[in-house]
């Protein structure tokens, strides 16, 4: 769900398949690169780093890294919901296979 509102807000499918490597991509700029190591931390260890916090504040205000916050770990519990419940994907997110 999240890649098709993404394609609709404008992100490419070059963008999304390379968010594994966002960090040396030429594909995102600095603020989406702040977001994005800002989201990996939350999600691969529960906190944020200091100097991932402080990049973060210098792109986004207070009220916006409350909000990036929020919607980051809402999508982890919607996540972890749908494993849970063994939800299955509804093909909206076109992936490729390895």
């Known amino acids: 769900m999240n ?7 404008g992100v490419g499918d070059r963008q999304l398949e390379a968010l594994s490597d966002y960090r040396g991509s030429e594909l995102f700029n600095e603020r989406e690169r702040a977001a994005l190591a800002f989201a990996e931390s939350i999600t691969m260890g529960n906190t ?3 100097n991932v ?3 973060a ?5 207070e009220d916006e890294i409350v909000e990036l916050t929020a919607t980051i770990v809402w999508e982890i519990a919607v996540a972890k919901f749908n494993r849970a ?3 299955e994907s509804q093909g909206i997110c076109l ?4």
């Open 3 to 9: 890649s098709a509102v993404s394609r609709a807000d």
């Open 48 to 50: 944020v780093p200091d």
């Open 53 to 55: 916090f402080q990049a």
């Open 57 to 61: 504040r210098l792109h986004f205000s």
């Open 85 to 87: 419940l063994e939800i």
């Open 95 to 98: 992936l490729k296979r390895k």
